[in-house]
Nanobody, 123 residues
């Protein structure tokens, strides 16, 4: 059974940093696109960042230059380094994995999801 577990969320002041991790179990995802999404109260789930198995990355405009996505295939783990956090970054952050290596960003194209981790940025 595939399981994705996020960690690293918490409360931070504006301008601070957090590092999220997502560890997968049940199968290896070294050849799959992995991504981070977030959902704020009353809003739809939105794309944050994605990384191809070869290391190519894609970011939402709102986080470019502040967030960095990376992965360690040997550990079946993906990371999201978030710097210069803003109150508008407050949301539940989810990791997700596509069932293939195609580089798409819509949430509905991802097959596996974690339970989410809360990130709260105070002003």
């Amino acid at each position: 059974q595939v399981q994705l577990v996020e960690s690293g969320g918490g409360l931070v002041q504006a301008g601070g940093s957090l590092r999220l991790a997502c560890t997968a179990s049940g199968r290896t995802f070294s050849n799959n696109v992995m991504g981070w999404f977030r959902q704020a109260p009353g809003k739809e789930r939105e794309f944050v960042a994605a990384i191809h198995s070869g290391g190519i990355t894609k970011y939402a405009d709102s986080v470019k230059g502040r967030f960095t996505i990376s992965r360690d295939n040997a550990k079946n783990t993906m990371y999201l380094q978030m710097n210069n956090l803003k109150p508008e970054d407050t949301a539940v952050y989810y990791c997700a994995v596509r069932g293939d290596s195609y580089f798409y960003t819509p949430a509905y194209t991802y097959d596996y999801w974690g339970q989410g981790t809360q990130v709260t940025v105070s002003s």
